[in-house]
């Protein structure tokens, strides 16, 4: 005799235990799918029950799957994701409706780099309408509220959502003709950072470079803070610098059109960080919309790079 085919577990079950892994709360978990933490706790309970085993590790303070939590979170997610990306598909099919992704990065980021490729991208995916959402904060606690976040950061090799588009180079630029006016070669020298107008980053955000690490890291050790002026928002410090007000450091593809036009000079060292750099995160891994859009990003700003 056959053996009988297990019941399928209750989807808001499914949906509750992949987002309370995914998000790393139950509350969050709640928050996105429009219910109480009580009810996720209550219907992850009810799989764990249905399943035969604990997919939740309950005794610490800390939102952890089992080991065969893990597992089954790692086969869930796609499956879950994919059926998101079919119901649009088809929603899209009867209501001629276009799917939307939304997108945010930091404002350097999408000045720089991903507004003036807007028509590219578009033009690559037709039946897609994009948001551009310019942020100017580190907190990605707000993932759930977007499909894809683009942000400068040290990357951490246990998260599974993040994808390095492009490793942290850095390097001096400046306008044509302060490079002219100062007499700097190819490569910058210690006597020219003690004597040539500084322009860089806000020092108090630890994530980027400023001039006195990126010295440090370049070899030339401590540099005379007091020829320096900060700011907090990057093109706005770009755009001081095409306008020959002083010498700043440039992250890679950002600066590949101001140079391409002949708006600043690439100069030397490069300083390369491999742990640091624009990562893009996103809860939507293997979706079937997203992913090539991902893909999309990942080959345009190798390109640039290069």
Request: aromatic content about 8%; charged content about 20%.
């Amino acid at each position: 005799m056959a053996d009988e085919k297990r019941a399928v577990p209750a989807m808001k079950a499914l949906l509750a235990f992949e987002a309370a892994v995914r998000l790393g709360s139950m509350t969050a978990a709640a928050k996105e799918i429009g219910t109480t933490q009580p009810a996720i706790s209550q219907q992850i309970r009810s799989l764990e029950e249905s399943i035969g085993g604990a997919l939740l590790d309950r005794s610490g303070n800390q939102l952890r799957p089992t080991l065969g939590g893990k597992r089954f979170y790692e086969d869930l997610s796609p499956l879950l994701s994919n059926l998101h990306s079919a119901l649009e598909r088809v929603q899209a099919g009867f209501s001629n409706h276009v799917p939307l992704i939304t997108i945010s990065a930091n404002f350097g980021f999408s000045h720089l780099w991903l507004l003036p490729r807007l028509h590219i991208l578009q033009r690559e995916f037709p039946d897609l309408r994009f948001q551009i959402l310019p942020v100017d904060t580190h907190d990605i606690s707000n993932l759930h509220d977007v499909d894809l976040a683009i942000s400068f950061d040290q990357r951490n090799p246990r998260q599974d959502t993040e994808i390095m588009l492009a490793p942290e180079r850095v390097f001096p630029v400046c306008s044509p003709g302060f490079a002219l006016a100062h007499g700097l070669g190819a490569d910058v020298t210690a006597r020219d950072l003690r004597s040539v107008a500084l322009l860089h980053m806000d020092e108090r955000n630890p994530r980027w470079l400023d001039w006195a690490r990126w010295s440090s890291l370049a070899g030339f050790g401590p540099i005379d803070e007091k020829t320096s002026f900060t700011f907090n928002n990057y093109p706005l410090l770009l755009n001081a610098a095409i306008q020959g007000h002083g010498l700043t450091l440039a992250w890679g593809a950002l600066v590949e059109k101001a140079v391409q036009d002949g708006l600043l000079v690439r100069l030397g060292p490069t300083v390369l960080r491999e742990d640091h750099g624009y990562l893009l995160r996103t809860r939507h891994r293997n979706n079937a919309l997203i992913t090539p859009v991902i893909d999309w990003f990942k080959s345009s700003i190798v390109q640039a790079s290069t």
